[in-house]
């Protein structure tokens, strides 16, 4: 299979690089640049030498509708205009960006401040929320790879909100990330003097993954619900731990919780449950495609905690973009993935 990156420069672009090394069914890999047309990747990063020596290749239609896949890990508002002449053309397209995740052109330019993608293409894009829709996923020419924060969201949530265990009315949502999650474009905000030693949160209340979640609550587990979802910046480079906080419907328990999320997840290599909490942070899946999740039912107040982990980078974007491939193209999804979490 012969593989493109666009944004291969980019934090997405990098994992992508990593995990598609290895990756059996990948035989060749071409890394393309909006900026740094002819460097050689592998003197830019040193960490790719005699892995990546190939020169940055200009963005170009013609090139990209070559290969069997193309993935897109740009800034959000770029794929708006590059993806619609290669649909249909040949190439499966995954676009790790938010431009093809919401379904209302309307809602993506309130949320995101940008011009939508055409209407008909965002139609024809698939929502590449693995575990969740796979049987889309497989035959999809284009696919909208899920945000960092809702993947860890909805892999928590959605199981017991589909079997209503808990009230999909009141859902009280607390995310925080690592700094990788910006991207690799300096900012007064992630610059480090900025964010060591310090923890602050976000675009309150306005944050462009409420639609998104919100969406997908609706598309998976058939309801629709406003939630409060906001964001916090951890001075760690990689990991997402999202906790959510739901009262439980009436007469539910927490094992009825737990074995909820066990027989969603049981057929599902990268979905692990974890009962002791001492188990759960996100340096236990950094770097792997694992998401991790834990519930605790509060007794005094009959509200639900559950806790979601993943690597942002990973299964928050090229992770999954790759474990979507693979469904794709009939592999198992576990192919070039398969790796134990980094730990220490
Ligand atoms: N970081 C994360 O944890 C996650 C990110 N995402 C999303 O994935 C996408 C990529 O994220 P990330 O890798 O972190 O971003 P980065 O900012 O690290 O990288 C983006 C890359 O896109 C390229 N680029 C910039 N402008 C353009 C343009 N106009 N046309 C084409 N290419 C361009 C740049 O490479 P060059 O200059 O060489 O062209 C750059 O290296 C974003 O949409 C992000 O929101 C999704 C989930 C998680
Ligand atoms: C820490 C940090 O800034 N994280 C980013 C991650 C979102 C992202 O990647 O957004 P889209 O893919 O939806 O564009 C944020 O909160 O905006």
Request: net charge negative; aromatic share 8%.
């Amino acid at each position: 299979m012969k593989v493109g990156i666009v944004g291969a420069t980019g934090y997405g672009g990098l994992e992508l690089i990593r995990f598609l090394h290895n990756h059996q069914a990948v035989e060749h890999i071409d890394l393309f640049t909006s900026s740094e047309e002819g460097v050689v990747f592998s003197s830019k990063f040193g960490h790719l030498v005699n892995i990546a020596d190939t020169p940055l290749q200009k963005i170009d239609d013609e090139t990209l509708e070559k290969f069997d896949v193309v993935f897109t890990s740009t800034p959000s508002g770029v794929t708006s205009e590059l993806l619609p002449p290669l649909v249909g053309k040949g190439p499966k397209l995954i676009d790790l960006s938010g431009d093809y995740r919401l379904k209302d052109p309307a809602s993506y330019e309130a949320w995101y401040g940008k011009k939508a993608a055409p209407p008909e293409i965002i139609q024809q894009s698939v929502y590449g929320l693995t575990e969740w829709n796979a049987d889309n996923v497989k035959n999809a020419s284009l696919i909208a790879n899920p945000g960092c924060y809702p993947t860890a969201v909805l892999l928590s949530l959605l199981p017991l909100l589909k079997e209503k265990l808990i009230d999909s009315n009141f859902l009280v949502i607390d995310a925080k990330s690592g700094i990788s999650g910006a991207g690799n474009k300096p900012s007064q905000t992630t610059h480090f003097s900025e964010v060591n030693e310090s923890f602050s949160i976000y675009k309150t209340n306005t944050h462009q993954h409420i639609p998104e979640i919100e969406q997908a609550i609706s598309m998976f587990a058939g309801v629709d619900t406003a939630i409060s979802f906001n964001t916090h910046l951890v001075p760690m480079t990689r990991g997402i731990l999202t906790t959510a906080y739901a009262p439980m419907m009436p007469d539910v328990t927490e094992s009825q919780l737990v074995a909820c999320l066990r027989a969603t997840y049981e057929k599902h290599p990268f979905v692990r449950i974890i009962t002791d909490v001492n188990n759960l942070a996100t340096n236990r899946v950094r770097g792997s495609n694992y998401c991790d999740i834990f519930v605790k039912v509060d007794s005094r107040t009959k509200r639900a905690t559950i806790v979601a982990v993943i690597d942002n980078l990973v299964k928050g974007a090229a992770g999954q973009a790759i474990q979507n491939m693979n469904v794709q193209f009939g592999l198992p999804q576990t192919t070039g993935l398969d790796v134990v979490p980094f730990f220490i």
